[in-house]
């Protein structure tokens, strides 16, 4: 596949020869075509004298007419759609008059996307919670927004955005912006902040909210809207949190919308509307830490933004960094150590389960020049990323030092979009005048950000947390049930999020004496794990029930595979039964049975992880 851009591996646009400043869409939701029909009128700013024609992304986008808007006349305009190119999409050229001149230019696309857009997810009724209405929402990142929208479907690009959507008039329509103006079956919304393609988001279904604080409310579907509420009351507190530690919150409101669970990620940062999987109703609020990461990227990702996904770990190394200070805020620096430790314990079980095969994706920063970035994604960006930081946190001189340097690095390049270097620059330029200028050279850039593997170096965290699961893990590793049965460590309390991380601890044990039925009740019942609503717990259960190989527990294990389409769970699942002879037959059989059901990004790796296609 090749570079595509400059600025950009996996985008055809030209950011360094022209920009999008504002893009209006008018959609006509269809749900029985399962398609958008519109269009949209792009504001560019043309950068260069040269500029004979437009580059812009498309995916499977039929475009019916392109028309150039200027001095109040409307101009048509030639434009080519190139062949497709696999994970990438579609060159659309939009060809310019001769003597086109620099500054503002605007041009109508009128098109309908495809009825399998990538981005966009089609639920029948009988998919839906309430069963009487179809609902629709998007997933834009990482190179989605060009299967609903021709642009410069960049993060290197940002503009602002208003849309007006014609709905079923019984619907409620919601995208990452401000509600403008509600009509019947028509709703009028306003993004003023300039946004990444990949942050353009909408959701349509039978949904109702409830207020979670001031400028703040979760949406859902009625049957689950209370137990919502309930579950994210943290998140006024959250906001209040995040904003002390980075600097004052620009997108008005902050909402929360809950997903069907097909949605394919824990939650998506779409602005003014946080995208979140129904797999954090856990009843006892111990998953409402993916609010305070999204609530995160309100800062770090949406206003701070990588430039490509190849530093796509400014996004979510900067973002678990901040989520981990407002949960240490929140529950005190034990805790917050604890979770930097069980990320770790995630990320070692990623390079081992996942990227063995392609150790160039375990650098901090990776090369796409020939890779999509869906194929790229791992815990990488997120747990090397934040550790990283955390050493460079270390080094300046702990919190006290690096939170400042923090909200400055924010303020620096807020509504920019940043590579690495700039990031290398803001620290370079804030310590050197300081007592810790001589830390810079400490520093081994390249080992940190072009290096594979684990990170280099591991920070001195607190233990105490961690040190309790270790030893159960190793209790639970190297005696036999008998012994198991009558030890008393097993009747200690520990926490859900010990629990889980000595779940994920034990996944990742070389050997474990025993591991049959027996040990697999006893870990049930010691942990309450068959009647726990916990999906973390539940997901580490069904992988140590594979591990055991026990086939009869198989219905079990593709039942919880057929709950949620997240693709933290269902991926690792079935890569685990494709290596497991015996079950993956069954669970090829089950996959072919509900991959329509999946969103295609989901589907399509999921085909990879069992072998059907290659990776
Ligand atoms: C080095 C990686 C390079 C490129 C990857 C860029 C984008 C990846 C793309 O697949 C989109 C990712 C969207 C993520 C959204 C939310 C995540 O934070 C959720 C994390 C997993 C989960 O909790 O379910
Ligand atoms: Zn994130």
Redesign the pocket.
């Known amino acids: 596949m090749g570079r595509l851009g400059k600025v950009d591996p996996s985008s055809y646009s030209q950011p360094e020869l022209i920009t999008t400043e504002h893009s209006a869409i008018n959609w006509q939701v269809d749900f029985t075509n399962t398609k958008l029909r519109g269009s949209v009128l792009h504001k560019f700013n043309v950068l260069s004298n040269e500029l004979d024609k437009i580059l812009l992304d498309v995916r499977d986008i039929e475009v019916k007419n392109a028309t150039l808007l200027a001095g109040g006349t409307e101009v048509p305009i030639n434009y080519f759609i190139s062949d497709p190119v696999a994970d990438i999409g579609q060159k659309l050229t939009l060809e310019l008059p001769a003597g086109t001149a620099k500054g503002s230019l605007s041009v109508r696309i009128d098109y309908e996307t495809a009825n399998n857009a990538s981005a966009l997810q089609w639920l029948s009724p009988a998919q839906t919670l309430g069963k009487q209405h179809p609902y629709m929402f998007s997933q834009c990142?990482?190179i989605h927004a060009r299967s609903v929208i021709p642009c410069q479907d960049t993060p290197a690009v940002k503009f602002s955005y208003d849309a007006v959507v014609e709905h079923p008039s019984e619907l409620t329509a919601l995208m990452s912006a401000i509600i403008d103006k509600q009509e019947a079956g028509k709703t009028h919304f306003k993004q003023t902040v300039p946004v990444p393609a990949y942050l353009v988001a909408i959701a349509i279904g039978k949904l109702v909210s409830r207020p979670l604080g001031e400028n703040s409310n979760v949406w859902a579907e009625e049957g689950i809207v209370d137990a919502c509420a309930q579950e994210f009351s943290e998140t006024s507190t959250m906001l209040k949190t995040a904003s002390d530690l980075c600097g004052p919150y620009v997108w008005k409101q902050y909402d929360l919308l809950v997903m069907p669970p097909s949605f394919p990620?824990?939650?998506?940062e779409n602005p003014c509307l946080t995208f979140v999987?129904p797999t954090l109703l856990a009843g006892d609020k111990s998953l409402a830490d993916?609010v305070a990461?999204e609530i995160a990227h309100s800062w770090t990702g949406n206003l701070v933004t990588n430039k490509n996904?190849?530093h796509?770990?400014l996004n979510?190394g900067f973002t678990v960094f901040v989520e981990s200070k407002i949960m240490g805020r929140l529950e005190g620096d034990k805790e917050l150590d604890f979770r930097m430790l069980s990320n770790l314990i995630e990320l070692q079980e990623c390079l081992r389960s996942q990227l063995s095969d392609t150790p160039e994706?375990t650098k901090l920063v990776?090369d796409?020049s020939n890779c999509g970035?869906?194929d790229?994604?791992?815990q990488?960006?997120y747990y090397k990323g934040s550790t990283f930081l955390r050493y460079l946190e270390d080094l300046f001189g702990g919190p006290s030092v690096f939170e400042p340097f923090l909200r400055d690095y924010l303020k620096k390049y807020a509504y920019k979009s940043i590579e690495t270097n700039d990031f290398k620059e803001a620290i370079y330029d804030y310590f050197k005048d300081s007592a810790q200028k001589d830390k810079l050279s400490v520093v081994d850039w390249d080992l940190w950000l072009k290096g594979e593997g684990m990170p280099p170096i591991i920070p001195k965290f607190d233990e105490t947390l961690a040190n309790v699961i270790k030893d159960l893990s190793n209790l639970w590793s190297t005696q036999t049930v008998e012994q198991l049965a009558n030890n008393p460590e097993l009747k200690k309390p520990i926490s859900v999020h010990q629990q889980i991380a000595f779940l994920g601890k034990l996944i990742e044990s070389k050997d474990i004496v025993e591991l049959n039925a027996q040990k697999i009740d006893l870990l049930e019942s010691t942990y309450n794990l068959k009647q726990s609503k916990n999906a973390e717990l539940r997901f580490r259960i069904n992988r140590l029930i594979i591990r055991a190989r026990l086939i009869d527990r198989l219905n079990d294990i593709i039942d919880f595979a057929n709950s949620n389409y997240?693709?933290?769970f269902c991926r690792p699942i079935y890569r685990d039964l494709a290596a497991w002879p015996e079950a993956k037959p069954k669970a090829v059989e089950n996959f072919l049975k509900v991959k329509d059901e999946m969103m295609a990004?989901c589907s399509s790796q999921v085909e990879k992880d069992l072998g059907l296609k290659s990776a």
Not at 265 to 268: A, K, S
């Open positions: 990142q990482s990620y824990g939650g998506m999987t993916v990461h996904f190849e796509f770990w979510e994706l990776v796409l970035p869906d790229a994604f791992s990488v960006p997240r693709m933290k990004m």
